[in-house]
């Protein structure tokens, strides 16, 4: 289980499908009996959890039904980019069953000026474009075969270099099974890539605290 602050306030709880009926009792024992208004709970003490469902997950307003979905085994692909490394996978529930790691040098940026910085630009550019390219490529070798098998595309890294992958026409399949949830991951490694799975398998959870 992972937390992390939440933007408005409050922090975001990540909670493993097998574990979410103890992560409710501990929030019983903290806060309280609670009601539930749809996935939103509000204790007695007044704090409140708004539960989501996992990527691929059936769509749900009722908290047992979102029990019951989040613990069924699914596959999901995952694609992770961060400017030149880019990690993809299939995770069938909590395994990773296939993955593709691969890097390409970028430069970085430069504080360089005039034509220089111009042409510095340009080639880091065109290093950029390569990488995506082959990303796309992996994305496709890999994750197009499984398409109709899973139930959702979890990407992370760095948003411009996964809508830049995603871009490329043949992945348009792909990019219609993208889930909302983003994953912030650093550079993408195998590692990374196991790693991964547990949030895009998480239920994942608003909590905030009495007033």
Known sequence: MSARPAAGGGRWVDVAPERLARWLE???GRHGPWTAEGLLLTAEDGATAELAAPPGSPETEDLDELRRA???SRRIGLLLARKGAVAVGV???PKLVVSKVDTHYVQGRTAAGGWS???FARRRNNQAKAAAADGAGIAARLLLPEVRTLSALVTGG???AVDTIL???PLQPLAALRSDRFLE????RKTVLEDAIAQARAVRILVKDPT
Not at 185 to 188: A, D, G, R, T, Y
């Open 185 to 188: 991951v650093p550079e993408p």
């Open 167 to 169: 871009a490329a026409a």
């Open 26 to 28: 501990n929030f019983t």
């Open 117 to 119: 910085q111009q042409r």
């Open 70 to 72: 989040a613990g069924e």
């Open 158 to 160: 760095d948003h411009t």
């Open 91 to 93: 995770a069938d529930g």
